[in-house]
């Protein structure tokens, strides 16, 4: 069974950093492709970056250049690191994973989901 489970949520100033991180259990996070996405408040989920097996990243309009994933293959673990965090990256923010080698923003493309850690940034 898949699980992933996501830590590092918390309450920041504007212009501060965060960093999330997404444990996986059932599977190698090396070969599966991983995402993070965001809901903010009365809002969709949103895409807000991606990483593929080679360890390509893809990422949302909104935090390119601001966020970045990574992953630690010895522990089975991807990170999102936030940087000059800004009022509008308040959200319940999602680490997802996906039976593919493919990157992809659409939620629905997803199979595996973890339990969402809460992001807010005050100003």
């Known amino acids: 069974q898949v699980q992933l489970v996501e830590s590092g949520g918390g309450s920041v100033q504007a212009g501060g950093s965060l960093r999330l991180s997404c444990v996986v259990s059932?599977?190698?996070?090396?070969?599966?492709?991983m995402g993070w996405f965001r809901q903010p408040p009365k809002k969709e989920r949103e895409f807000v970056a991606s990483?593929?097996?080679?360890?390509?990243?893809g990422y949302a309009d909104s935090v390119k250049g601001r966020f970045t994933a990574s992953r630690d293959n010895a522990k089975n673990t991807v990170y999102l690191q936030m940087n000059n965090l800004k009022p509008e990256d308040t959200a319940v923010y999602y680490c997802?994973?996906?039976?593919?080698?493919?990157?992809?923003?659409?939620?629905?493309?997803?199979?595996?989901w973890g339990q969402g850690t809460q992001v807010t940034v005050s100003s």
């Open positions: 990483m593929i097996w080679n360890g390509s990243t």
């Open positions: 997802a994973g996906r039976v593919s080698y493919l990157h992809s923003a659409r939620p629905n493309a997803y199979d595996y």
């Open positions: 059932g599977r190698t996070v090396s070969g599966y492709t």
